[in-house]
């Protein structure tokens, strides 16, 4: 399932997706001053692995869901770091409140706040912000903007036919651990013209953007993804997992700037299983 029809109005949808821009700016409040700076890491895994998480991801997470509770108290909350909180409401907001944690560790700049409100069915908002740089992507159904100093700009994907043109994102090798995954990537990567990594939820956004075309993923949670999708899929992108459903539940994830790129990259794909 993608593009999938919207439960809210046009004018509810405009309205949500402001709402969501007031919790990205709760968040940087957070964020910004404890990027580049003096900063403890904790781990959420025991033994060799490392999965980061900050005290700015946690309180940041605590700044939205406040603001969330305060003006939808009926709407449910699912977070990385916070987890879930049931809602009367079909609603629910997903949230990543530092996606891309160990680049926010390293000084990198393209992590980013994710932000997604889903209406039962499908996420029909989805903020990324990424407040070091001042930009903003946002994305409601049959839209996509980007924000940055004041000004608008409507976001729309870039046409990329076949796969030897397509410049590819994915955040790291590792995610794909599953037997099979990393074969099945690197057939495309090895088909593509160029392939970037370290990226996490930015690339999405640049392919909304139309100054990119892919991103294979794997391992992906519901709130790694759920922002990002109204967003490339508002530009005319598409967002499914690898055998071309929904993507909003994670695993594994394939979006595209134009469907036939994403068509021939899935079919590579989808021999996995």
């Known amino acids: 399932m993608t593009n999938a029809p919207s439960s809210l109005s046009n004018d509810e949808a405009i309205a949500l997706a402001e709402f969501a ?73 997903v949230l990543d409140p530092i996606d891309g944690t160990r680049s926010f560790i390293s ?9 997604a409100l889903n209406d039962g069915e499908y996420p029909v908002v989805g903020v990324m912000d990424q407040p070091y740089t001042g930009e903003r992507f946002v994305g409601r159904p049959g839209h996509a903007e980007f924000l940055r100093d004041g000004q608008q700009k409507k976001l729309s994907t870039r046409s990329c036919a076949i796969l030897s043109d397509a410049i590819l994102g994915c955040t ?7 037997a ?7 057939d ?32 992906m949670q519901p709130y790694d993804i759920q922002a990002l ?12 997992n690898w055998h071309g459903g929904d993507a909003q539940n994670g695993g594994r994830i394939i979006a595209a700037g134009d469907k036939r790129v994403h068509a021939e990259a899935l079919t590579i794909l989808s021999r996995l299983d």
């Open 172 to 178: 790291d090798p590792a995610m794909f651990v599953e």
């Open 107 to 115: 000084g990198v700049p393209l992590w980013g706040t994710l932000i």
């Open 21 to 93: 821009c007031t919790l990205a700016h709760a968040a940087a409040d957070v964020t910004l001053k404890h990027f580049r700076s003096e900063l403890g890491v904790d781990n959420k895994l025991d033994g060799s692995d490392f999965d980061p998480v900050t005290i700015a991801d946690r309180d940041a997470e605590t700044a939205i869901r406040a603001l969330i509770e305060n003006h939808y108290p009926d709407h449910g909350i699912l977070g990385e770091e916070h987890g879930e909180k049931a809602g009367t409401s079909p609603f629910k907001w």
């Open 229 to 240: 999708i109204p967003i490339v899929e508002g530009a005319g992108g598409i967002v499914t």
């Open 188 to 219: 495309v990567r090895n088909k593509a013209r160029l392939t970037r990594y370290g990226t996490d939820c930015y690339f999405y956004c640049l392919i909304a953007a139309g100054h990119a075309d892919l991103v294979i993923e794997a391992s």
């Open 180 to 186: 099979g995954e990393l074969e099945a990537f690197t």
